[in-house]
């Protein structure tokens, strides 16, 4: 199950990512009326309104917003939801056109129509929010209603990603007459046209989602309800779902957990699903800060990192080391940190920084969040402390902060190094490089790079075979790899646990890693 080959560099895959403009339409009958099924992570939404979200608050928004294109169950090419059908109207790729369902209707009984979806996508930009959404649009000039269910999206350059950010939650279609066009929602309610209504939300302690009987899209409902319980630590996680307080287990399992589950499944009538992503770690670097600015610095601690003592030690081998901020199985992966430092070697970062002039002990203050990926994340910085302090070359304090805090933070530039996890938008290399480059960007850290803002990703959306943009992202990957701003440190593993009796966690994922909860179902009502 584990991967024990700890120091071997790993091997670029390549993977093509197709794109498919459909209309397949899909029934929704809930199963007969029963108890919520409950589910427990250690994930909670950091907002509830889409055009402030850019984080795994996407994982409740996927179950009650709707947006024009998803995923079906195990599939990993976007379909129409919202929509009946989409697809670029022209051969360059910059006008996309979607036509929506008949009937669509919000959770408050509102008509949803194409001018809705136009509100929608225009407010995300015109509220701007910083490490926001709007970074998602920035190929898109401007959106046009045609009378109620046509909708053309023009595009400044071509874009062949467009459709997959389509399927993004931040893409989410809301009611104009619930969300403000200049500010983001404040009353805390939520009112989309997904498979589910939020009929309660307990900031941080529970979300509970009823069926929405008027919903009109592409999920197969299997239950009638669900109710969300958010933890703050593994363990008060892992002694739910075994005290048969939980059904199912998503996101927060710490590696000794996943070991344990697996281990004794059998009588404690548990079963634990390992679902292969392209999840990432790394550290990112604040150059407005005096080390973290320092290209030498960063080098050299790119140098002391022991990335297997870190997913052997720490993780359990449920993760797996990491060398480029591209993970493996996308076009475009590289193995350049491992190329260029090789094994750990304080020796060698020593050198680096007496080129650089530094001879004594850098104070680096790195900050995790407390609270978001599970409890494996204190130990996980520890060793990192450990790792560059017993080098000699570095003196390290760790700072942390609960996710809500933690991300306003960061967002705020008040970090000179923070770890972050992410999470796939979409499951296309571009993902991983637009995100966190730009003057605006996912990390509230601006990272002007017109090399690859203005030339590499522009070659590389103009390209619809998605599997053949491998050399523009190697290029744009080296310039991540030569400035050391981002250090990536594994890529991990998506395990969800649950009771014996729960049915649906094969199709439960979707490609980018968010919990399609209409798919989970008890055996027992079958």
């Given at each position: 199950m584990f991967n024990r080959n700890r120091y071997l560099p790993p091997l670029a895959a390549v993977a093509s990512i197709s794109m498919v403009a459909g209309c397949g339409v899909f029934s929704s009958d809930a199963s007969e009326e029963q108890a919520p099924i409950i589910v427990g992570t250690t994930s909670a939404p950091s907002t509830l309104d889409p055009a402030a979200a850019w984080d795994s608050s996407w994982e409740l928004m996927r179950n009650v917003f709707q947006p024009l294109l998803n995923y079906t169950p195990g599939g990993s090419d976007p379909e129409p939801d919202a929509a009946e059908s989409c697809e670029f109207t022209d051969s360059a790729s910059t006008t996309y056109a979607c036509t929506l369902r008949e009937g669509l209707k919000f959770s408050n009984g509102n008509a949803l129509d194409a001018k809705a979806v136009k509100y929608s996508f225009d407010r995300i930009k015109k509220i701007n929010v910083n490490g926001g959404p709007a970074g998602l649009l920035t190929t898109l000039s401007r959106v046009q209603a045609k009378g109620d269910r046509e909708v053309v999206f023009h595009l400044s350059q071509p874009d062949a990603t467009f459709p997959l950010v389509l399927t993004t939650p931040a893409m989410s279609i809301v009611d104009p007459a619930e969300y403000p066009a200049d500010k983001l929602r404040e009353d805390g309610g939520v009112t989309g046209s997904g498979p589910y209504n939020l009929e309660s939300y307990d900031e941080g302690k529970t979300a509970e989602l009823v069926g929405n009987d008027s919903y009109k899209?592409?999920?197969?409902?299997?239950?009638?309800?669900?109710?969300?319980?958010?933890?703050?630590?593994?363990?008060?996680?892992?002694?739910?779902?075994?005290?048969?307080?939980?059904?199912?287990?998503?996101?927060?399992?710490?590696?000794?957990?996943?070991?344990?589950?697996?281990?004794?499944?059998?009588?404690?009538?548990?079963?634990?699903?390992?679902?292969?992503?392209?999840?990432?770690?790394?550290?990112?670097?604040?150059?407005?800060?005096?080390?973290?600015?320092?290209?030498?610095v960063r080098k050299a601690v790119a140098q002391v990192l022991d990335r297997p003592a870190l997913a052997h030690n720490v993780y359990?081998?449920?993760?797996?080391?990491?060398?480029?901020?591209?993970?493996?199985?996308?076009?475009?992966?590289?193995?350049?940190?491992?190329?260029?430092?090789?094994i750990p070697s304080p020796a060698k970062a020593k050198k680096i920084l007496e080129g650089a002039g530094i001879t004594e002990p850098v104070p680096l203050t790195l900050w995790y969040t407390s609270d978001r990926y599970g409890s494996q994340t204190k130990p996980a910085f520890e060793e990192l402390k450990r790792q560059l302090d017993e080098s000699g070359l570095f003196k390290v304090t760790l700072k942390s902060r609960p996710w809500k805090s933690y991300f306003q933070g960061y967002q705020k530039g008040e970090y000179p190094v923070f770890g972050r996890g992410w999470n796939p938008d979409f499951n296309d290399a571009d993902n991983f490089i637009a995100p966190f480059v730009g003057k605006q960007n996912a990390l509230g850290t601006p990272y002007e790079s017109p090399e690859i803002t203005d030339e590499l990703l522009p070659e590389s959306r103009a390209e619809s075979d998605r599997?053949?943009?491998?050399?523009?992202?190697?290029?744009?990957?080296?310039?991540?790899?030569?400035?050391?701003?981002?250090i990536p440190l594994w890529q991990g593993k998506l395990y969800v646990a649950a009771d014996e009796e729960i049915a649906g966690l094969d199709k439960l994922i979707d490609p980018a890693t968010m919990m399609t909860m209409w798919e989970l179902s008890r055996k027992t009502s079958w």
């Amino acid at each position: 199950m584990f991967n024990r080959n700890r120091y071997l560099p790993p091997l670029a895959a390549v993977a093509s990512i197709s794109m498919v403009a459909g209309c397949g339409v899909f029934s929704s009958d809930a199963s007969e009326e029963q108890a919520p099924i409950i589910v427990g992570t250690t994930s909670a939404p950091s907002t509830l309104d889409p055009a402030a979200a850019w984080d795994s608050s996407w994982e409740l928004m996927r179950n009650v917003f709707q947006p024009l294109l998803n995923y079906t169950p195990g599939g990993s090419d976007p379909e129409p939801d919202a929509a009946e059908s989409c697809e670029f109207t022209d051969s360059a790729s910059t006008t996309y056109a979607c036509t929506l369902r008949e009937g669509l209707k919000f959770s408050n009984g509102n008509a949803l129509d194409a001018k809705a979806v136009k509100y929608s996508f225009d407010r995300i930009k015109k509220i701007n929010v910083n490490g926001g959404p709007a970074g998602l649009l920035t190929t898109l000039s401007r959106v046009q209603a045609k009378g109620d269910r046509e909708v053309v999206f023009h595009l400044s350059q071509p874009d062949a990603t467009f459709p997959l950010v389509l399927t993004t939650p931040a893409m989410s279609i809301v009611d104009p007459a619930e969300y403000p066009a200049d500010k983001l929602r404040e009353d805390g309610g939520v009112t989309g046209s997904g498979p589910y209504n939020l009929e309660s939300y307990d900031e941080g302690k529970t979300a509970e989602l009823v069926g929405n009987d008027s919903y009109k899209g592409i999920a197969d409902r299997k239950n009638s309800a669900i109710t969300i319980r958010y933890f703050q630590q593994s363990d008060q996680l892992v002694k739910a779902l075994k005290d048969k307080e939980i059904s199912v287990v998503y996101r927060g399992l710490a590696a000794e957990d996943v070991v344990d589950i697996e281990a004794h499944r059998d009588e404690a009538g548990l079963q634990i699903v390992e679902n292969a992503t392209t999840e990432i770690s790394y550290l990112v670097f604040n150059p407005k800060y005096e080390w973290a600015k320092n290209p030498a610095v960063r080098k050299a601690v790119a140098q002391v990192l022991d990335r297997p003592a870190l997913a052997h030690n720490v993780y359990k081998d449920t993760v797996e080391p990491l060398y480029s901020m591209i993970p493996r199985g996308l076009v475009g992966h590289t193995t350049g940190f491992f190329d260029d430092y090789g094994i750990p070697s304080p020796a060698k970062a020593k050198k680096i920084l007496e080129g650089a002039g530094i001879t004594e002990p850098v104070p680096l203050t790195l900050w995790y969040t407390s609270d978001r990926y599970g409890s494996q994340t204190k130990p996980a910085f520890e060793e990192l402390k450990r790792q560059l302090d017993e080098s000699g070359l570095f003196k390290v304090t760790l700072k942390s902060r609960p996710w809500k805090s933690y991300f306003q933070g960061y967002q705020k530039g008040e970090y000179p190094v923070f770890g972050r996890g992410w999470n796939p938008d979409f499951n296309d290399a571009d993902n991983f490089i637009a995100p966190f480059v730009g003057k605006q960007n996912a990390l509230g850290t601006p990272y002007e790079s017109p090399e690859i803002t203005d030339e590499l990703l522009p070659e590389s959306r103009a390209e619809s075979d998605r599997g053949a943009v491998g050399e523009e992202f190697e290029e744009a990957q080296q310039i991540l790899l030569d400035d050391a701003r981002l250090i990536p440190l594994w890529q991990g593993k998506l395990y969800v646990a649950a009771d014996e009796e729960i049915a649906g966690l094969d199709k439960l994922i979707d490609p980018a890693t968010m919990m399609t909860m209409w798919e989970l179902s008890r055996k027992t009502s079958w």
